[in-house]
């Protein structure tokens, strides 16, 4: 029985970074491998593209994504640590919070996107197999044993879910493989009438926004996640372009391999607006056991690894709470919002929004930390990074209380320009009249936050400061009511 992982975010000793680029890959492909992702390849059928212009949009922005993504796979290489703790180099040991609730809300949301989309499957498929009533009370039966599934594989931790990705990696391939198979006779390559039409009016705003909410999003979900894995990887005995190499290599393949499959069964099945729905309609009955174990195995490994990154993320805004308990509270809030989805929210509306408004928010965040990690060319201090983790004061990355007010400054515009930008089925920003009608969101937000910072850091581009002390260990509380602590106070 494997044992329970007992790190959080604090650094992860040499001798215990026993994974490499090789792991990288396999975890990157096999946790992808699964409806929540595949029903984004679904997404520029539902905005009325054909075939070709789907899968451009679709190809065109996972590319782009993955290469502006990648490197970020180099900062926990270099720290030890997550990319959300790691980003206290730039934003403070308390500052780093914006990567931590950035991280927290990009996989809250992809994990109860993962056990949504997979358990309306699951019960499709068990409605024609065995007859099960398509009531509220099926989908919550069966949204709570993915739910339950999910959390075990998150809590027992990294080497748990690395096996679990090997076994995918294959599985959910040889899946597909069959899928592609099943749906062949029916595919077609024209536009579906029942999208109704492009979705902003005309083509070329439909395919950009396509490729950012079908394409870009997808590698721009793992902005904070990345370092989860390759903190795990020893740069004693693995180089920075092999890392970067794996990343690349696990982003692309990971992501376009289900991606185009959702988008080659959207068409075969005719599912313009119900994707889950059609998928499994049109299923040949032979296909439906491999479909149910597609829907299973994959979701379970999707947010296996979402929830996982989401419980490091409540632990390092909490750094009281213990790894396995924040991750059991990230999953109770994850279902809730799974059942919310289920039954008070249009499925094309809500995902478009959702990746739209966090993908603006998250680039400026990226982009700052990718500046400061060739500012400093990957020399970071571990140690001082975790002076938060520790609940004491001081170190190189103190900046002002913890806080560095120029990168957060900077991100705040970045993410207040995205958000000005962006182009919903239910708001228009002020600044599409700028760029025709075009949701250019994450290139402002990206372009904004990352010029605010190189601006406001210009005359001091180092990461200490004037107010940089030597941190100061944590204190036993001192006199007073049970329990009370005391804050340690920098010299």
Request: net charge positive; charged share 10%.
């Amino acid at each position: 029985m494997p044992s329970i992982e007992q790190r959080g975010v604090d650094t992860i000793p040499d001798a215990e970074r026993t994974s490499g680029p090789r792991d990288l890959v396999t975890i990157l492909l096999g946790s992808n491998l699964c409806l929540g992702v595949i029903v984004f390849g679904w997404l520029p059928v539902s905005f009325g593209l054909g075939w070709w212009a789907s899968l451009t949009s679709i190809v065109g922005g996972t590319v782009v994504g993955t290469a502006l993504t990648g490197p970020l796979a180099l900062v926990s290489l270099r720290t030890g640590t997550n990319l959300s703790t790691s980003s206290g180099a730039q934003f403070g040991v308390r500052g780093r919070l914006v990567g931590s609730i950035v991280g927290l809300l990009l996989s809250l949301g992809y994990t109860a996107l993962t056990v949504w989309i997979g358990g309306d499957a699951m019960t499709g498929v068990l409605h024609r197999m065995f007859g099960l009533p398509v009531t509220g009370f099926s989908y919550g039966i069966v949204y709570a044993v993915l739910a339950l599934a999910t959390v075990i594989g998150a809590v027992y931790g990294y080497k748990v879910l690395l096996r679990m990705s090997r076994v995918l990696a294959i599985g959910m391939t040889a899946l597909l493989v069959l899928g592609v198979v099943a749906y062949a006779p029916h595919f077609t390559t024209a536009a579906l009438p029942g999208a109704g039409g492009y979705l902003l009016g005309s083509f070329w705003p439909t395919w950009l926004l396509s490729s950012v909410a079908a394409g870009l999003s997808g590698p721009i979900a793992f902005i904070t996640l990345l370092g989860d894995y390759t903190r795990y990887i020893s740069p004693q005995r693995h180089s920075s372009r092999s890392v970067l190499r794996g990343t690349w290599i696990g982003l692309v393949i990971g992501l376009l391999i289900p991606q185009l499959f959702g988008t080659f069964t959207a068409y075969a099945a005719r599912a313009a607006l119900d994707y889950a729905g059609g998928l499994v309609a049109a299923s040949p009955t032979w296909y439906l056991i491999p479909l149910l174990l597609s829907a299973c195995a994959g979701s379970v490994g999707n947010a296996g690894l979402m929830l996982y990154s989401m419980g490091l993320d409540l632990d390092a805004i909490l750094p009281r709470a213990s790894r396995t308990r924040a991750t059991y509270t990230v999953a109770a809030v994850a279902t809730a919002c799974v059942f919310i989805g289920h039954y008070a929210w249009a499925a094309q509306d809500a995902m478009t929004s959702f990746v739209l408004l966090l993908t603006a928010i998250g680039t400026p965040w990226a982009v700052i930390t990718l500046i400061g990690f060739a500012r400093c060319r990957g020399v970071y201090d571990a140690d001082a990074l975790q002076v938060f983790n520790r609940r004491s004061r001081g170190g190189i990355y103190w900046f002002r209380a913890g806080w560095n007010p120029r990168a957060t400054t900077a991100w705040a515009l970045g993410a207040v320009v995205g958000l000005l930008a962006v182009s919903l089925p239910s708001y228009q920003g002020p600044l599409l009249s700028l760029t025709g009608g075009v949701d250019c969101s994450f290139l402002l937000s990206g372009a904004v936050g990352g010029a605010a910072y190189l601006l406001l850091t210009a005359r001091g581009a180092g990461v200490s400061t004037p107010l940089a002390v030597a941190p100061e260990p944590e204190r036993e509380p001192e006199s007073g009511l049970p329990g009370q602590e005391v804050e340690p106070v920098s010299g």
